[in-house]
């Protein structure tokens, strides 16, 4: 196991490696297959935070906790809300920043704000020789040469071992309201979702639980910003919900949050048995393809285009799909991970990892 | 600013080249009479200008993949073009180049509001795609100024911004999926209207390739519904340095306006002169813009009068009614105009860390002493990207190269700010030979890996974005 405390450090242990090297942010995921662990952890610290210029600049070690806290501090937050893995995944570790971006977690706001790499400013990552290398910057604005950053962003360090990301920050609002309703069919409620997505009130979060926390049918639209908006926001899109059924307004700080974190983790299928399987489709279509599933369970995010998915273990969900233009990831259960890409891309992804890791030492394995 | 000399071998294929595209082309899609292919000399980079051998207008996916199959075949570099009003020479042809020109696919493929996405072929122009969804109440909201001319495929060569970008981001952010005709003339599909990626972010990477990764020739990208009004206050101060603290403390106290653009007194002079907007002739004006409906829109523009105030502005006005509103955004808008009336002018685009706007401005005050030619700012505030334009006089002698000079020495400053040398027109060639100063060699060695695996020949758009220094060797190969 290595554990470097500096950039330098790190990219020695990665220019003498000649065995794989399994790279490990907060280990809460348990991904990246066989190698000597490389662990992150050692590069910890933010390096900058200018509030005013919504930017902060960070090791790729630091605890995402540590991050929020800062950021909380100054009334701003990470807007693309990235899961917690802990509770689904049935493991320990601190979730890191660096670890956040190379998966480009993204949570339910998603849908509006955008995801973990639309944030992602400029990085500097240690490619597969040990050669240290930067792209981007820490401007909001920047279009210098090719985007790596984006490249780097959900790339699970198959390219390279990430030690800093420049983030885009922004304020947190001061308000939270939730628009419920309850008892929807999957199909109804994505109906709902999409009602509300293409009215011009800005929802943050559109989310459907068949079985909600109370085990009934829940259907959730979030919307945030200033007090005085609050009322006004809700009683238009109660108006645009209202051929759904009742429309419930929830307004405690308390309440909203952790109907989000609920559905942020997947809370529903923590402690339980069997594979965990996350679909990207057209938001339209997702009950249409959950229902190919056979699930246990299920819940949707994203207004329909996020399915999360309970299945025996060893089930194979991409099998039960076909063809759907989107993809499946395992996110928990073991088999292949990533959804198998077709020929001309995979050949662009071997490429490139060989160009950024010619040793073939970066979690080998994973990614196809 | 140099380019590759022609290479001879290509240039005694010509006949040859043209009776094969015109195989897999109609007659009138392929031009090689010296006379209309000066159409193509240039972008908007107008200062350099280099008719292709010959410019091709395919007016489908298939025809691309056929135009690109011989090119590749016959070791033909090719230079991807759509409406050409790239500031940085990105289309800029060589002589022994085709201009693939994609501006006749401008077809709307599909409209699907329930998953907010369109798709389109990529020569349609940016303004006409939020045309195309504009009386359902949405819009496409990357809006360069130019958008009444660019194209889809250069904003997405381009990575290209806009006004309102602080609140909806840039093309990448806004881009879903392209179908990618590779140089061999494979056709690929990525992303789509689901929501992210599958494997690596390859869409990510093809935005802002400046066309040397591929050709788009269609694209999926989000529409957004409509906000319903929006309305924006105009702020004077007599310092550079309080508009700037006044911005940042906007953002600060957690208000985000869609724009907020920034002129010097140079540009207000400029502008007054030329479109009479009524400005205050002051230091630095704000054109501060928010959205919502007109209550939300008073609350948050209270909220941004009263951080103003405390700044004491030398002016405050609201718009009451979209008179107003117009009269507040016409002399930014015409801006550039009013600078081309005065002189010829280059257009700077580096961005900084908003906090470092006195010093840059400072800088830039400085630098124009030295140089003896005046400079105008305009910027886009919120996100640190600045407009410098520099005026010249092309019929001076000496005097371009003076301004490439001035030019040069801004995007360093921006540079050691903590910023970029191009926060939305691109690298072309115009900063090509500018990109040591922002990276390492090991850096830009990493950016063209990526090209590698797309072009390993390196055809595509060849000589532009990285220093031809840097790309020869590969370059060469291509030639041989
Ligand atoms: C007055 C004026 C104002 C402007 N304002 C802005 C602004 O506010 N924000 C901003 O970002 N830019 C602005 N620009 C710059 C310019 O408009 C943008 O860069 C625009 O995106 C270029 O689009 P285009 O269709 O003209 O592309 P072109 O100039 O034709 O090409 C641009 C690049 O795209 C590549 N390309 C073209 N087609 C394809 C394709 N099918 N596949 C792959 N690559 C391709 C070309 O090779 C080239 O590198 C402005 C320009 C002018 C003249």
Same mark, same amino acid.
């Given at each position: 196991?290595?554990?470097?405390?500096?950039?330098?450090?790190?990219?020695?242990?990665?220019?003498?490696?000649?065995?794989?090297?399994?790279?490990?942010?907060?280990?809460?995921?348990?991904?990246?297959?066989?190698?000597?662990?490389?662990?992150?952890?050692?590069?910890?610290?933010?390096?900058?935070?200018?509030?005013?210029?919504?930017?902060?600049?960070?090791?790729?070690?630091?605890?995402?906790?540590?991050?929020?806290?800062?950021?909380?501090?100054?009334?701003?937050?990470?807007?693309?809300?990235?899961?917690?893995?802990?509770?689904?995944?049935?493991?320990?570790?601190?979730?890191?920043?660096?670890?956040?971006?190379?998966?480009?977690?993204?949570?339910?706001?998603?849908?509006?704000?955008?995801?973990?790499?639309?944030?992602?400013?400029?990085?500097?990552?240690?490619?597969?020789?040990?050669?240290?290398?930067?792209?981007?910057?820490?401007?909001?604005?920047?279009?210098?040469?090719?985007?790596?950053?984006?490249?780097?962003?959900?790339?699970?360090?198959?390219?390279?071992?990430?030690?800093?990301?420049?983030?885009?920050?922004?304020?947190?609002?001061?308000?939270?309201?939730?628009?419920?309703?309850?008892?929807?069919?999957?199909?109804?409620?994505?109906?709902?979702?999409?009602?509300?997505?293409?009215?011009?009130?800005?929802?943050?979060?559109?989310?459907?639980?068949?079985?909600?926390?109370?085990?009934?049918?829940?259907?959730?639209?979030?919307?945030?910003?200033?007090?005085?908006?609050?009322?006004?926001?809700?009683?238009?899109?109660?108006?645009?919900?209202?051929?759904?059924?009742?429309?419930?307004?929830?307004?405690?700080?308390?309440?909203?949050?952790?109907?989000?974190?609920?559905?942020?983790?997947?809370?529903?299928?923590?402690?339980?048995?069997?594979?965990?399987?996350?679909?990207?489709?057209?938001?339209?279509?997702?009950?249409?393809?959950?229902?190919?599933?056979?699930?246990?369970?299920?819940?949707?995010?994203?207004?329909?285009?996020?399915?999360?998915?309970?299945?025996?273990?060893?089930?194979?969900?991409?099998?039960?799909?076909?063809?759907?233009?989107?993809?499946?990831?395992?996110?928990?259960?073991?088999?292949?991970?990533?959804?198998?890409?077709?020929?001309?891309?995979?050949?662009?992804?071997?490429?490139?990892?060989?160009?950024?890791?010619?040793?073939?030492?970066?979690?080998?394995?994973?990614?196809? | 600013?140099?380019?590759?000399?022609?290479?001879?071998?290509?240039?005694?294929?010509?006949?040859?080249?043209?009776?094969?595209?015109?195989?897999?082309?109609?007659?009138?899609?392929?031009?090689?009479?010296?006379?209309?292919?000066?159409?193509?000399?240039?972008?908007?980079?107008?200062?350099?200008?280099?008719?292709?051998?010959?410019?091709?207008?395919?007016?489908?996916?298939?025809?691309?993949?056929?135009?690109?199959?011989?090119?590749?075949?016959?070791?033909?570099?090719?230079?991807?073009?759509?409406?050409?009003?790239?500031?940085?020479?990105?289309?800029?042809?060589?002589?022994?180049?085709?201009?693939?020109?994609?501006?006749?696919?401008?077809?709307?493929?599909?409209?699907?509001?329930?998953?907010?996405?369109?798709?389109?072929?990529?020569?349609?122009?940016?303004?006409?795609?939020?045309?195309?969804?504009?009386?359902?109440?949405?819009?496409?909201?990357?809006?360069?100024?130019?958008?009444?001319?660019?194209?889809?495929?250069?904003?997405?060569?381009?990575?290209?911004?806009?006004?309102?970008?602080?609140?909806?981001?840039?093309?990448?952010?806004?881009?879903?999926?392209?179908?990618?005709?590779?140089?061999?003339?494979?056709?690929?599909?990525?992303?789509?209207?689901?929501?992210?990626? =599958?494997?690596?972010?390859?869409?990510?990477?093809?935005?802002?390739?400046?066309?040397?990764?591929?050709?788009?020739?269609?694209?999926?990208?989000?529409?957004?519904?409509?906000?319903?009004?929006?309305?924006?206050?105009?702020?004077?101060?007599?310092?550079?340095?309080?508009?700037?603290?006044?911005?940042?403390?906007?953002?600060?106290?957690?208000?985000?306006?869609?724009?907020?653009?920034?002129?010097?007194?140079?540009?207000?002079?400029?502008?007054?002169?030329?479109?009479?907007?009524?400005?205050?002739?002051?230091?630095?004006?704000?054109?501060?813009?928010?959205?919502?409906?007109?209550?939300?829109?008073?609350?948050?523009?209270?909220?941004?009068?009263?951080?103003?105030?405390?700044?004491?502005?030398?002016?405050?006005?609201?718009?009451?009614?979209?008179?107003?509103?117009?009269?507040?955004?016409?002399?930014?808008?015409?801006?550039?105009?009013?600078?081309?009336?005065?002189?010829?002018?280059?257009?700077?685009?580096?961005?900084?860390?908003?906090?470092?706007?006195?010093?840059?401005?400072?800088?830039?005050?400085?630098?124009?002493?030295?140089?003896?030619?005046?400079?105008?700012?305009?910027?886009?505030?919120?996100? =640190?990207?600045?407009?410098?334009?520099?005026?010249?006089?092309?019929?001076?002698?000496?005097?371009?190269?003076?301004?490439?000079?001035?030019?040069?020495?801004?995007?360093?400053?921006?540079?050691?700010?903590?910023?970029?040398?191009?926060?939305?027109?691109?690298?072309?060639?115009?900063?090509?030979?500018?990109?040591?100063?922002?990276?390492?060699?090991?850096?830009?060695?990493?950016?063209?890996?990526?090209?590698?695996?797309?072009?390993?020949?390196?055809?595509?758009?060849?000589?532009?974005?990285?220093?031809?220094?840097?790309?020869?060797?590969?370059?060469?190969?291509?030639?041989?």
């Amino acid at each position: 196991m290595a554990r470097p405390e500096t950039e330098q450090d790190l990219a020695e242990v990665v220019r003498a490696a000649t065995e794989p090297l399994r790279i490990v942010g907060g280990g809460t995921r348990g991904m990246g297959g066989a190698g000597t662990p490389l662990e992150t952890g050692g590069l910890a610290g933010i390096e900058l935070y200018e509030p005013g210029a919504l930017t902060l600049v960070v090791r790729a070690g630091t605890p995402v906790a540590e991050v929020e806290t800062a950021l909380a501090a100054e009334g701003q937050r990470l807007a693309f809300e990235p899961m917690d893995h802990r509770g689904l995944i049935g493991g320990g570790g601190t979730p890191t920043i660096g670890g956040v971006c190379a998966g480009n977690i993204s949570g339910p706001r998603r849908i509006n704000a955008g995801a973990c790499r639309d944030f992602m400013l400029g990085v500097r990552f240690v490619d597969g020789t040990g050669q240290v290398i930067k792209n981007g910057g820490r401007v909001m604005k920047n279009v210098t040469g090719y985007d790596l950053v984006k490249l780097m962003g959900g790339s699970y360090g198959t390219l390279g071992v990430l030690t800093e990301v420049a983030l885009k920050v922004l304020p947190a609002p001061a308000e939270t309201a939730v628009l419920r309703l309850r008892g929807l069919s999957d199909a109804d409620a994505v109906r709902a979702l999409s009602a509300g997505l293409t009215s011009p009130f800005e929802v943050t979060g559109a989310a459907h639980a068949p079985q909600g926390p109370g085990g009934e049918p829940e259907t959730w639209l979030r919307i945030e910003g200033f007090a005085e908006q609050m009322s006004y926001r809700t009683g238009k899109l109660q108006g645009v919900l209202a051929p759904f059924g009742e429309v419930e307004i929830l307004r405690d700080p308390e309440e909203t949050a952790s109907i989000w974190r609920w559905v942020r983790d997947v809370a529903p299928f923590h402690d339980t048995a069997g594979d965990v399987w996350r679909i990207s489709c057209k938001p339209t279509e997702g009950p249409q393809i959950a229902s190919r599933l056979d699930a246990a369970g299920l819940l949707y995010d994203w207004g329909g285009g996020l399915i999360w998915a309970l299945l025996p273990e060893g089930a194979d969900a991409r099998a039960r799909l076909g063809d759907f233009g989107g993809h499946a990831t395992l996110v928990r259960g073991s088999g292949q991970r990533f959804h198998p890409e077709p020929a001309p891309i995979a050949a662009l992804t071997a490429g490139l990892r060989a160009k950024f890791d010619p040793k073939g030492i970066f979690n080998p394995g994973l990614m196809g | 600013m140099d380019m590759p000399a022609p290479n001879p071998a290509i240039l005694a294929r010509k006949a040859r080249m043209v009776q094969r595209l015109s195989e897999v082309l109609p007659p009138d899609a392929v031009i090689h009479d010296e006379a209309e292919t000066r159409a193509y000399e240039c972008d908007a980079l107008s200062a350099y200008a280099c008719p292709p051998m010959i410019a091709v207008l395919p007016g489908s996916t298939a025809e691309v993949s056929a135009v690109l199959r011989i090119c590749h075949e016959e070791g033909v570099p090719v230079v991807p073009r759509a409406a050409g009003t790239s500031l940085a020479g990105g289309s800029l042809p060589t002589a022994d180049s085709v201009i693939l020109g994609v501006s006749r696919m401008n077809d709307v493929l599909e409209t699907d509001y329930d998953n907010r996405v369109i798709r389109v072929q990529t020569g349609r122009t940016n303004l006409s795609v939020s045309g195309a969804v504009e009386e359902d109440g949405f819009f496409y909201a990357p809006d360069p100024s130019s958008q009444l001319a660019c194209a889809i495929a250069g904003n997405i060569a381009m990575n290209s911004g806009g006004a309102h970008c602080l609140k909806y981001g840039v093309t990448t952010n806004n881009l879903m999926g392209v179908t990618l005709v590779m140089m061999d003339g494979t056709i690929v599909e990525i992303g789509g209207a689901h929501l992210d990626a =599958g494997g690596l972010d390859l869409l990510g990477v093809i935005c802002g390739s400046e066309g040397q990764l591929g050709v788009v020739t269609e694209a999926t990208l989000r529409i957004l519904p409509k906000p319903e009004g929006a309305r924006p206050i105009l702020v004077g101060y007599d310092s550079a340095e309080v508009a700037g603290q006044c911005v940042s403390d906007i953002i600060k106290a957690g208000v985000l306006p869609v724009a907020i653009e920034y002129m010097d007194r140079p540009c207000i002079e400029a502008t007054e002169d030329f479109a009479g907007a009524g400005y205050p002739l002051c230091e630095a004006l704000l054109i501060i813009e928010v959205e919502g409906s007109p209550e939300e829109i008073d609350v948050q523009l209270g909220m941004i009068k009263e951080i103003a105030r405390k700044h004491d502005p030398v002016e405050l006005r609201e718009a009451q009614d979209a008179d107003e509103a117009a009269r507040i955004w016409l002399g930014r808008k015409s801006a550039f105009g009013a600078m081309g009336n005065i002189n010829d002018y280059m257009c700077l685009d580096g961005t900084i860390p908003v906090s470092a706007l006195p010093e840059v401005l400072r800088g830039m005050e400085a630098l124009s002493k030295q140089y003896g030619l005046d400079v105008a700012n305009v910027f886009h505030a919120g996100d =640190g990207n600045l407009h410098p334009l520099i005026l010249y006089n092309a019929n001076t002698p000496g005097d371009l190269e003076k301004c490439e000079a001035f030019g040069a020495d801004i995007l360093r400053l921006c540079v050691e700010l903590g910023g970029c040398l191009t926060g939305e027109h691109g690298v072309g060639i115009e900063k090509r030979d500018l990109m040591l100063v922002q990276y390492e060699a090991a850096d830009l060695l990493a950016q063209m890996a990526v090209k590698d695996v797309f072009d390993p020949a390196w055809l595509l758009n060849p000589a532009k974005v990285f220093p031809l220094a840097v790309s020869e060797t590969r370059r060469a190969v291509a030639a041989e």
